[in-house]
């Protein structure tokens, strides 16, 4: 058509376009109202920018779904979608919008494949509304009633600030957190958080199907007694209902501005989780089960799983994963087949009889074991042979267990634990050979298999042997390796202990050289009855464990009585003799300061949350804190720290330290006491003891000084108030300083000292987090005053304690 000879069909189908482009949707919307639909790539945003809702395909999926994500989140990550179990293939001819009363989602071929599912009478004035709390809600604009529905009623793997875990006592049904099944399928998955409740107590409890394998203990109006910690990075408020209608547990945050959740991850663990937008990544601050083999079935049936390997699952010897491009995406709990049918049914009876066993060594024995009363192992084997239907048996101090069915929450223990059992697992006679030639070459590959494993064996300790013999005689270090000194070769580089760089509780440290011309720090353990623990543990912790923030262990030396430890030498001493009374000319300025202080928080966080094993130092002071050649801070003395599995999140031990820098305990009399023994001991020590040392670093003096008037001066005291009061931080500086400070810098180490040295534990920041804070990546509020230093500024027997 020629549109000069025709303007007005040119202007009709311009207006026209205009107009269906509007209808279809105006990109930056926060609704869907009910003559509009959105497709394809357009999306609604909330009024404040902070969720978007739209089409997405997760990973390398070809599917489609509706869901809703953070829009002020650089990385896409996604908190609730709507059809996860029928996704769309073409997200342009798919459309989610208002029909006969509920929000549909239509496919291409215009079948509806999600809805609200309401019974709803349908009305012009409806419109579906996403707020920037997460909540999508469909209402009827005309009025203003409460939602019709919205989507804080139906979560699926993500709780969000303000989503009630809720159980309805009108309905019976509950508002549950489900996994999904992998990483690129929305689809549910196993593993479920949800609340599980008695007449006395209210938990939030993780289920594999109907198997629970964690709570979180009773909730007490305040946290919840067995997991206290759960929710407390950021989380303002916990609130637990329970009334007539409903039980529910929501929560909410301190500070809108931050973005944390919890997740139920398709590996079975609930997950908190906060966004640290500089570093561009989500950082999980707290997780439960710890371990992740705690998980009820997280391998699924026949698969073991272990923290020793990588991957974490594999199969028991006869099978093969179920579901392998599953495991590929690190998702395994589909488990495992078998490579060959097991013969089953009278029958076959015969056919059964010729079943084998394999052995399963070092194993937590699976779960619902039914025991057999018998006398040896061998009628334990017998029994179960002779039963078709017998998975597997196992024979533990006299005890015989039997399996029936899929074996399931198999766990592999490390070979230095001896606390597992040997599991002998049914195996199809097809997968032995009865000939003697194929009998031949099956131990043929076994006997050439051990022949070339001793052989490597051999190698590799005549390897080590050969460097530990070398060392021991000319005391020659290799990178990355401990090395044991012959105590003649260390006199000798001290030139016979002449000249000393200090003492301890243990012994006395002297100066060094080796051939090679480097300096090195020798500590003589001279307490040998309480010193060779110390020895060991040193040993221990700092041989097997690399950090900037850790002074390096070179070596050592043992011979009968002489214990010796070999470290690098730290040619600008220990942080308090460039900090007190007797400063040797050093005044370390603000800025290395507070260099000291990130540094000595980085070593912190890697002992607490990087190693394999929670690593407590349990001796933080500036006596522990070494500085190099340019003041960069090194943590030693590791002879009383403690060494935690990841599962355990204290341990109760006797614990020692010094006194100043010790987390106190309060009794119910408000008395203060240092720890004695048999305390539960955890990371957070640490935390205590290095706020202790913030002031420290602040002030230029010990916390704890007697004035001249008889008084003790107590600086955390006038710090919390301080801080409190909005008062001039400039004033808690060390005067050697003459008030140069980075104003924002020293009243965010104030605050994070304030934190640290909270009496409530699960108030004290991880070391991870202070690290984020004092980087600026996190902000820090205000810390209350500790209860504690507002009952010592007042004492009975001596009157006010002064600050």
Excluded at 502 to 514: A, N, Q, R, W, Y
């Amino acid at each position: 058509m020629d549109i000069s000879k025709n303007p007005w069909w040119f202007i009709q189908s311009v207006l026209f376009m205009c107009f269906s482009l509007w209808l279809h949707f105006s990109l930056g919307a926060d609704r869907i109202s009910a003559n509009q639909s959105l497709s394809g790539d357009h999306t609604i945003v909330s009024a404040g920018g902070v969720f978007a809702l739209g089409f997405f395909k997760p990973g390398k999926s070809s599917n489609y779904y509706v869901g809703m994500w953070y829009k002020k989140v650089s990385r896409q990550t996604t908190v609730w979608v709507a059809n996860r179990e029928k996704p769309v293939t073409d997200k342009y001819s798919s459309e989610l919008r208002i029909s006969l009363g509920n929000l549909v989602l239509f496919d291409g071929s215009k079948i509806p494949v999600w809805s609200t599912n309401l019974s709803t009478a349908a009305s012009n004035s409806m419109e579906a509304v996403l707020l920037d709390e997460g909540n999508l809600v469909l209402r009827d604009g005309s009025s203003s009633s409460e939602p019709l529905w919205q989507s804080f009623d139906h979560p699926t793997d993500t709780w969000l600030p303000g989503v009630k875990i809720r159980l309805s006592k009108v309905t019976g049904e509950y508002t549950r957190l489900v996994s999904w099944k992998n990483i690129e399928d929305p689809a549910p998955g196993p593993f479920s958080l949800q609340l599980d409740l008695n007449e006395t107590s209210r938990f939030i409890a993780l289920f594999n199907m109907s198997r629970q394998y964690w709570k979180s203990g009773r909730w007490n109006g305040e946290l919840f007694d067995v997991d206290p910690e759960m929710g407390m990075k950021y989380i303002d408020n916990i609130t637990c209902v329970d009334n007539d209608k409903e039980s529910y547990i929501t929560y909410s945050l301190y500070n809108s501005s931050i973005f944390s959740r919890f997740v139920m991850d398709v590996g079975g663990q609930i997950q908190q989780t906060s966004w640290l937008e500089p570093a561009g990544q989500w950082s999980l601050f707290w997780e439960q089960p710890s371990w992740p083999c705690q998980v009820y079935a997280r391998c699924g049936a026949f698969g073991v799983c272990t923290m020793i390997f990588v991957p974490p699952c594999h199969c028991l010897a006869g099978f093969v994963p179920n579901f392998a491009d599953e495991w590929k995406s690190e998702v395994y709990s589909g488990g495992c087949k078998r490579n060959a049918t097991l013969h089953r049914g009278y029958s076959s009876l015969v056919n059964c009889k010729s079943d084998h066993f394999l052995e399963s060594y070092n194993i937590l024995l699976p779960a619902d074991p039914q025991p057999l009363d018998v006398g040896s192992a061998q009628e334990c084997k017998s029994n179960c042979l002779n039963n078709c239907y017998c998975t597997a048996y196992a024979f533990d101090n006299t005890q015989c267990s039997i399996w029936f069915g899929d074996l399931v929450f198999l766990q592999q223990l490390a070979d230095f634990d001896f606390t597992g059992s040997t599991l002998y697992v049914r195996i199809a006679a097809s997968e032995f050979s009865s000939s003697k030639n194929s009998k031949g070459i099956v131990w043929g590959v076994v006997a050439s298999f051990g022949v070339t494993a001793v052989a490597l064996i051999r190698i590799v300790l005549f390897v080590i042997f050969r460097r530990r013999n070398r060392a021991i005689k000319a005391g020659k270090t290799e990178e990355g390796l401990l090395k044991a000194f012959g105590y003649r070769y260390l006199k000798k580089a001290t030139n016979n202990f002449s000249e000393k760089l200090g003492e301890g509780g243990f012994g006395s440290v002297f100066k060094g050289t080796l051939p090679d011309s480097s300096v090195i720090a020798v500590k003589k353990i001279e307490r040998i009855s309480q010193g060779d623990k110390e020895f060991r543990m040193e040993v221990s912790t700092l041989g097997i464990i690399q950090h900037v923030n850790l002074v390096r262990l070179r070596g050592f030396c043992s011979e009968g009585t002489r214990k010796l430890l070999v470290y690098d030498y730290m040619p600008n001493g220990s942080l308090d003799s460039c900090l007190f009374e007797g400063r040797d000319s050093i005044i370390l300025n603000w800025k290395t300061r507070y260099n000291i202080a990130l540094g000595t928080a980085k070593g912190l966080a890697y002992l607490h949350e990087e190693c394999r094993d929670c690593i407590v130092h349990c001796d933080i002071k500036p006596e522990n804190i070494l500085l190099d050649n340019g003041f960069c801070p090194k943590l030693a003395d590791f002879g009383v720290a403690k060494l935690f599995g990841r599962d355990f999140s204290r341990v109760l031990t006797p614990m020692r330290g010094t006194i100043g820098y010790l987390a106190p305990r309060l009794h119910g009399n408000g008395r203060r006491e240092q720890w004695i023994s048999g305390e539960a001991v955890t990371a957070k020590a640490d935390v205590y003891s290095y706020g202790m040392v913030l002031l420290e670093l602040v002030s230029g003096r010990r916390n704890s000084e007697q004035s001249k008037n008889g008084k003790t001066k107590y600086f955390p005291i006038r710090v919390a108030r301080l801080i409190n009061e909005n008062g001039d931080v400039l004033s808690l500086v060390d005067p050697f300083l003459q008030g140069n400070a980075n104003v924002d810098e020293l009243t965010r180490v104030c605050k994070v000292a304030c934190w640290c040295i909270q009496d409530d534990i699960t108030q004290r920041p991880s070391m991870g987090e202070i690290v984020y804070i004092l980087q600026g990546v996190l902000d820090v509020n205000l810390p209350p005053i500790p209860r504690s230093l507002e009952q010592l500024s007042w004492r009975p027997e001596g009157g006010m304690l002064s600050s």
